[in-house]
């Protein structure tokens, strides 16, 4: 008769799986795109990925089609791989999500738990006056994580995913129309601006201004397009 234990009784590490080489490849053409290295409409060849990187075509066949179900590329038969482009009625639609979608998180992190959500904010709008006096990218990577923090300390995961799914493509506009030092000052101000309204209890007036405020990105657009 055995006498070994059982499996419940076993004592085992937790196996760390390594990133797949794909979702690596899909990272960095991610920020490449993003941060306007890759220009929007540009023609990716997957030839040319695989042969500068020295890795077959299957991951960056792989990379690119998880970057599709992002929105950031479109793969179209017989002709490629190319980046995403925006038209006034798609900017619209993408900045109304936004605007739901952040604003549907304010009220359900208020209501989870105030202060700590008006702390979070606290500390990203130190990082974000902080970056202000670095470059043009510190201070969009502090921008993003301002917004990331309101969205997540809803943790409503559905709403995370739904944000995650188009927050890449605000982002990827975003730094191509805010370029000027008072551009990203006056987005900072609007940050301060909106946890000041929260700590004194004017959480309709915080909401009406977030909505305003996630809406520029659509007012930047219409000028300068």
């Not at 004592?11 to 080489?21: A, D, E, F, G, Y």
């Amino acid at each position: 008769m055995s006498t070994g234990k059982s499996a419940a009784s076993w004592t085992m590490k937790k196996i760390v799986r390594p990133q797949s080489l794909a979702l690596r490849m899909a990272d960095q053409i991610r920020e490449l795109i993003v941060n306007g290295e890759i220009e929007l409409g540009t023609l990716i060849s997957e030839n040319d990925i695989a042969s500068k990187l020295q890795v077959s075509r299957t991951p960056v066949r792989e990379a690119l089609q998880k970057l599709e179900t992002e929105r950031l590329v479109q793969i179209i038969p017989q002709r490629g791989t190319y980046v995403f482009q925006f038209n006034e009625q798609e900017m619209q639609q993408t900045c109304k999500m936004r605007e739901i979608l952040e604003s549907g998180a304010l009220g359900i992190a208020l209501a989870r738990d105030r202060e700590g959500l008006i702390a979070a904010l606290e500390k990203q709008l130190k990082l974000g006056n902080k970056a202000l006096n670095g470059d043009p990218d510190s201070f969009r990577a502090a921008d993003a994580g301002f917004h990331m923090a309101l969205i997540e300390f809803s943790q409503n995961q559905e709403l995370i995913y739904a944000y995650h799914n188009i927050i890449n493509r605000i982002r990827a506009l975003l730094n191509r129309l805010a370029r000027t030092t008072e551009e990203l000052s006056g987005s900072q101000k609007d940050h301060e601006d909106f946890v000041a309204m929260l700590r004194e209890g004017q959480d309709a007036d915080a909401e009406q201004h977030l909505r305003w405020h996630v809406g520029g990105l659509l007012r930047m657009f219409q000028q300068k397009y």
